[in-house]
């Protein structure tokens, strides 16, 4: 069974920062594709960045410049650096693999609000 453990989300201001981390129980994380997901309330889930294992990563273009996703294999862990926040980064975060193709974890509440 894969156990995915999201953390790191909280309440923040406009222009704040977060760190969220994401643990992966799965053999060869190392060869995984990872992506951050998020679910904003009434709207479906959307890739919000991912790191291939060559090392290239993607972002949606509204986060492009303030959010930074990495890796650590020796961790079994994505990370997710988000600065600038907005309001309309409010969402819960997930972590999956690009396309998701693990069951989803409890996935991190983040909200962005003075």
């Known amino acids: 069974q894969v156990d995915i453990v999201e953390s790191g989300g909280g309440l923040v201001q406009p222009g704040g920062s977060l760190r969220l981390s994401c643990v992966v129980n799965?053999?060869?994380?190392?060869?995984?594709?990872m992506g951050w997901y998020r679910q904003a309330p009434g709207q479906q889930r959307e890739l919000v960045a991912a790191?291939?294992?060559?090392?290239?990563?993607k972002y949606l273009e509204s986060v492009r410049g303030r959010f930074t996703i990495s890796k650590d294999n020796a961790k079994n862990t994505v990370y997710l650096e988000m600065n600038a926040l907005k309001p309309e980064d409010t969402g819960i975060y997930y972590c999956?693999?690009?396309?998701?193709?693990?069951?989803w974890g409890q996935g991190t509440q983040v909200t962005v609000s003075s």
């Open positions: 999956n693999r690009d396309p998701p193709l693990l069951p």
């Open positions: 790191i291939l294992t060559y090392g290239a990563k």
């Open positions: 799965e053999y060869g994380f190392s060869t995984l594709h």
